[in-house]
């Protein structure tokens, strides 16, 4: 069965960086898209970055609020999606998901919280 395990969140002071990891199992994972989102407190879950297949180029898209400070990668042989995250600020603060989608059916997983504070 499909499973996403992600790790990497923790406690990072605003200007700092962390890299997410999010390893995945149960399925072709070079043949489809991945991506984050994220949930913070009292906020609905958003969409923050994705990437496409291998076979569709590895195309990124990003969420307006992180281009140019977050960077999703894909490791085909570790079967595993990145999220690095730099120059973090406080209202990055939230529970980081990452998730694919196959024959219209979602897969998350567990989550993995990032506190930005000082």
């Known amino acids: 069965q499909v499973q996403l395990v992600e790790s990497g969140g923790g406690l990072v002071q605003p200007g700092g960086s962390l890299r997410l990891s999010c390893a995945a199992s149960?399925?072709?994972?070079?043949?489809?898209?991945m991506s984050w989102y994220r949930q913070a407190p009292g906020k609905e879950r958003e969409f923050v970055a994705l990437i496409t297949s291998t076979g569709t180029g590895s195309i990124t898209t990003y969420k307006d609020s992180v281009k140019g400070r977050f960077t999703i990668s894909r490791d085909n042989i570790r079967n595993t999606v990145y999220l690095q995250m730099n120059s973090l600020k406080p209202e990055d603060t939230a529970v980081y998901y990452c998730?694919?989608?196959?024959?219209?059916?979602?897969?998350w997983g567990q989550g993995t919280q990032v506190i930005v504070s000082s």
């Open positions: 998730k694919t989608a196959m024959s219209s059916v979602s897969y």
């Open positions: 149960g399925f072709t994972f070079s043949r489809y898209p």
